[in-house]
C-alpha cells in the first residue's frame, strides 16, 4: 500500500488547481478517497472530529447486506432449479444466483457512479459516496428475470430525477433505490408483477415441471389462496420465491443487528415499522372479512419486501425524519401503511415501497411539528418559571 501511496502522491499535483489535469480534480479524489482516508486536516477554528465519515458509513450498511445479498444468491438458484424438478447442493445454488445477479449489480454501479462522476464534474464539486449503498440495493429489490437494460433505465432515473436535481447525497427527498423500483412498476408492471418474474427462466417456461406456480405468499394471500402458503419458517429462513434480496427475514435482521450495533440504523424506526404493522395486523383481524385479513400479523413481518424495507430503506438518514420522536412516528406509519395498502388494494400487493416512498415525503413535515412542539413546551415551561419569579 505504500508504493500505491507514493504513486498517487506523485501524480496528484497533475490533478490539483493549475495542473494539467485539474478539470478532472472530482474524479481523482474519488478514486484517492476510495482507496486511502483523506488526509485533510483542519488548522484552526472548531471542529469534530470522528473515526467515521460517510465513506466508512456506507460500507457499514454494504456490510450489513451481505448476509441478505449472499442468501438471495443461494435462493435464487434454488428457485430456478426448484422449478426444473432438479435436486442440487447449496454451493451450486448459490453460484447460480450469484452469476445471475452479477451482471445487474454491474449495470446498477456503472451506470449509477457514471452519472455522479458526470454531475460531481459539472458541478466541480467531489464525488458523494451515497450510490455505494443505492448501488447494491436497486438489484438486491428487483426481480431477478428483469431484463439488465431496464436496470439500468431505473438507475437513471433514480440518480437524475430522484437524487441530482436535489442536489446530491444528503439532498434526496425520496429513497433513491425505492424509486428505481417504484419506475418499473409503473412504466413495465409485466416485469414487475405476476408470478413468473421472481424465479429464473420461468417467463420462458422452458422444462419448468407441472404444478410449479412460482407465486410469491403476497399473491397467494392477495388472491385469497392463504391455506396454499408456505410454512412460515420457510418465509422466516426465505427459502420462497420473491425479489433477490427480501425473501430471507433471518438475513435482514442479521444486517439490523449491524446496523443497530454500530449506530447507523435508527432501531427506533425499524422497532417502529414492526410496531406499525402488528397494530394493523391485529385491527385487521379484529375485522376479517376476508381470509388474507385474517393472517396473524406476524405473517406480513416475513411475506414480501416488509422486513428489508423496516430495516435497509426506512433508515435512510437522508429521506427519513431526523428527530427522535420523529422517527417513532414516522416508522409507525410505514409500518400501518404497509399492511394496509396490501390488504386493502390488491392492485399493490407490496405495500412497502409506496408507503415508505409516501412517508418519505412526510417526514419533514412531521419533523417540523416535533420541533414545534418542543419550543411550545419550552415556551410554557419559561412562562411558568417567570411568573413564579415575579410572584
Given at each position: 500500500m505504500?508504493?500505491?501511496?507514493?504513486?498517487i502522491?506523485k501524480?496528484k499535483p497533475?490533478?490539483?488547481?493549475?495542473g494539467?489535469?485539474a478539470r478532472l480534480r472530482?474524479?481523482?479524489?474519488?478514486?484517492?478517497s476510495?482507496?486511502?482516508?483523506?488526509?485533510?486536516v483542519?488548522?484552526?477554528?472548531?471542529?469534530?472530529?470522528?473515526?467515521?465519515?460517510?465513506?466508512?458509513?456506507?460500507?457499514?450498511v454494504?456490510?450489513?447486506l451481505?448476509?441478505?445479498?449472499?442468501?438471495?444468491?443461494?435462493?435464487?438458484g434454488?428457485?430456478?432449479?426448484?422449478?426444473l424438478?432438479l435436486?442440487t447442493?447449496?454451493l451450486?445454488?448459490f453460484?447460480?444466483?450469484f452469476?445471475?445477479?452479477l451482471p445487474m449489480?454491474?449495470?446498477?454501479y456503472?451506470?449509477?457512479?457514471?452519472i455522479?462522476?458526470?454531475a460531481?464534474q459539472?458541478r466541480?464539486?467531489?464525488?458523494?459516496?451515497?450510490f455505494?449503498?443505492?448501488?447494491?440495493l436497486?438489484p438486491?429489490?428487483?426481480p431477478i428475470?428483469?431484463?439488465?437494460w431496464?436496470v439500468a433505465?431505473?438507475?437513471?432515473?433514480?440518480?437524475?430525477?430522484?437524487k441530482?436535481?436535489?442536489?446530491?447525497?444528503?439532498?434526496?427527498i425520496?429513497?433513491?433505490?425505492?424509486?428505481a423500483?417504484?419506475?418499473?412498476?409503473?412504466?413495465y408492471?409485466?416485469?414487475m408483477?405476476g408470478?413468473?418474474i421472481?424465479t429464473?427462466?420461468?417467463?420462458?417456461g422452458q422444462?419448468v415441471?407441472?404444478g410449479?406456480?412460482?407465486?410469491?405468499p403476497l399473491?397467494?394471500?392477495?388472491?385469497?389462496e392463504?391455506?396454499?402458503?408456505?410454512?412460515?419458517m420457510?418465509?422466516?429462513?426465505?427459502?420462497?420465491?420473491?425479489s433477490?434480496?427480501?425473501t430471507s427475514?433471518?438475513?435482514?435482521?442479521?444486517?439490523?443487528?449491524?446496523?443497530?450495533i454500530?449506530g447507523i440504523g435508527?432501531w427506533k424506526?425499524?422497532?417502529?415499522?414492526?410496531?406499525?404493522?402488528?397494530?394493523?395486523g391485529?385491527l385487521?383481524?379484529?375485522v376479517a372479512v376476508n381470509p388474507?385479513?385474517?393472517?396473524?400479523?406476524?405473517?406480513?413481518?416475513?411475506?414480501?419486501?416488509?422486513?428489508?424495507?423496516?430495516?435497509?430503506?426506512?433508515?435512510?438518514p437522508?429521506?427519513?425524519?431526523q428527530?427522535?420522536?420523529?422517527k417513532?412516528?414516522y416508522?409507525?406509519?410505514i409500518?400501518v401503511l404497509?399492511v394496509?395498502?396490501?390488504?386493502l388494494?390488491?392492485?399493490?400487493?407490496e405495500g412497502?415501497m409506496?408507503?415508505?416512498?409516501?412517508m418519505?415525503?412526510?417526514?419533514?413535515?412531521?419533523?417540523y411539528?416535533?420541533?414545534q412542539?418542543?419550543?411550545?413546551k419550552r415556551?410554557?415551561?419559561a412562562?411558568?418559571a417567570?411568573?413564579?419569579?415575579?410572584?
Amino acid at each position: 500500500m505504500d508504493s500505491l501511496r507514493k504513486k498517487i502522491d506523485k501524480i496528484k499535483p497533475h490533478f490539483t488547481e493549475g495542473g494539467k489535469f485539474a478539470r478532472l480534480r472530482s474524479v481523482f479524489e474519488g478514486f484517492e478517497s476510495f482507496l486511502f482516508v483523506p488526509d485533510k486536516v483542519t488548522f484552526k477554528g472548531s471542529h469534530i472530529r470522528d473515526s467515521i465519515d460517510l465513506k466508512r458509513t456506507m460500507t457499514v450498511v454494504i456490510i450489513a447486506l451481505l448476509p441478505a445479498f449472499l442468501f438471495g444468491s443461494y435462493n435464487a438458484g434454488l428457485q430456478h432449479f426448484r422449478s426444473l424438478g432438479l435436486e442440487t447442493g447449496i454451493l451450486q445454488n448459490f453460484w447460480f444466483g450469484f452469476i445471475r445477479i452479477l451482471p445487474m449489480v454491474i449495470v446498477s454501479y456503472g451506470v449509477g457512479l457514471g452519472i455522479e462522476f458526470i454531475a460531481a464534474q459539472i458541478r466541480g464539486h467531489e464525488i458523494n459516496e451515497g450510490f455505494l449503498v443505492s448501488g447494491l440495493l436497486i438489484p438486491m429489490i428487483m426481480p431477478i428475470d428483469v431484463p439488465l437494460w431496464m436496470v439500468a433505465i431505473a438507475t437513471t432515473f433514480a440518480v437524475i430525477l430522484g437524487k441530482e436535481v436535489f442536489g446530491g447525497t444528503g439532498m434526496n427527498i425520496f429513497n433513491p433505490a425505492l424509486l428505481a423500483r417504484a419506475f418499473l412498476f409503473f412504466s413495465y408492471p409485466a416485469w414487475m408483477s405476476g408470478d413468473k418474474i421472481w424465479t429464473e427462466g420461468l417467463t420462458k417456461g422452458q422444462g419448468v415441471i407441472d404444478g410449479f406456480s412460482g407465486a410469491t405468499p403476497l399473491a397467494l394471500s392477495a388472491a385469497g389462496e392463504t391455506t396454499k402458503l408456505p410454512s412460515i419458517m420457510d418465509m422466516f429462513i426465505g427459502t420462497i420465491p420473491g425479489s433477490f434480496g427480501e425473501t430471507s427475514t433471518l438475513a435482514i435482521l442479521l444486517g439490523a443487528l449491524i446496523l443497530i450495533i454500530t449506530g447507523i440504523g435508527s432501531w427506533k424506526i425499524i422497532v417502529s415499522v414492526f410496531a406499525g404493522g402488528l397494530g394493523m395486523g391485529l385491527l385487521l383481524n379484529a375485522v376479517a372479512v376476508n381470509p388474507y385479513m385474517e393472517l396473524p400479523f406476524y405473517y406480513h413481518f416475513v411475506m414480501g419486501g416488509f422486513a428489508f424495507g423496516a430495516v435497509f430503506m426506512a433508515t435512510d438518514p437522508v429521506s427519513g425524519s431526523q428527530t427522535e420522536k420523529g422517527k417513532w412516528i414516522y416508522g409507525f406509519l410505514i409500518g400501518v401503511l404497509s399492511v394496509l395498502i396490501r390488504v386493502l388494494n390488491p392492485a399493490y400487493p407490496e405495500g412497502v415501497m409506496l408507503a415508505i416512498l409516501l412517508m418519505n415525503v412526510f417526514a419533514p413535515l412531521i419533523d417540523y411539528y416535533v420541533i414545534q412542539s418542543s419550543i411550545k413546551k419550552r415556551l410554557k415551561r419559561a412562562n411558568i418559571a417567570t411568573n413564579n419569579y415575579t410572584k
